[in-house]
């Protein structure tokens, strides 16, 4: 049986055993959508992440800054904190190959659930900047308009995201 061991490079025997036998057929797997394309993916989130940093990075200038910001503040910092926890969630399982993932509820991981409460917050803040857009930007200039335009962006993006990866769906 281990006669090639200690033979020469090349005496083993060259062949194999056929495959088992399989019980069933599987079937080929569906092709993605385009939306599930990792292109697709990377150029939500990049825009997200873009658009989010745009806004934040705008309010440098006081010019640009929108009179009643505290909801779009709350957009931003949730879709940040939902953006990196669940990257570093799925970093987690990954990293620890799915075996310790804590205590449960409602079938789900604690951090996942606070990453979804977030999620929730987000677009809550999302719909509230959108329908309140006459009173938010009363009064606003042209800069505090470009970024209520980025903030709602990335809040859309964000909500897609989120929708891609679970964080919104019950």
């Known amino acids: ?41 990377l150029v939500l989130f990049l825009g997200t992440v873009f658009a989010l940093l745009g806004y934040a990075f705008t309010g440098f200038a006081s010019a640009w800054r ?13 879709a940040a904190t939902g953006i990196i926890g ?31 409460v977030i999620a929730v917050c987000a677009v809550c803040s999302l719909i509230y900047l959108v329908a309140r857009r006459g009173a938010i930007l009363d009064g606003a200039g042209k800069g505090a308009r470009v970024r209520w335009v980025l903030v709602v962006v990335g ?9 891609y990866w679970g964080l919104l769906l019950p």
């Open 86 to 116: 669940t990257i570093a969630q799925v970093l987690y399982v990954a990293s620890t190959r799915a075996t310790s993932f804590g205590p449960l509820l409602f079938g789900r991981t604690l951090p996942w659930l606070a990453l979804q």
């Open 155 to 163: 809040g859309v993006g964000f909500t897609l995201w989120a929708l």
């Open 1 to 41: 049986m281990g006669d090639w061991v200690k033979g020469l490079p090349g005496s083993a025997g060259k062949h194999s055993d056929e495959p088992a036998a399989q019980a069933h057929s599987v079937p080929p797997l569906a092709p993605q959508a385009w939306w599930e394309s990792p292109t697709a993916l």
């Open 66 to 78: 929108l009179p009643r910001a505290g909801v779009a503040r709350v957009l931003v910092t949730t």
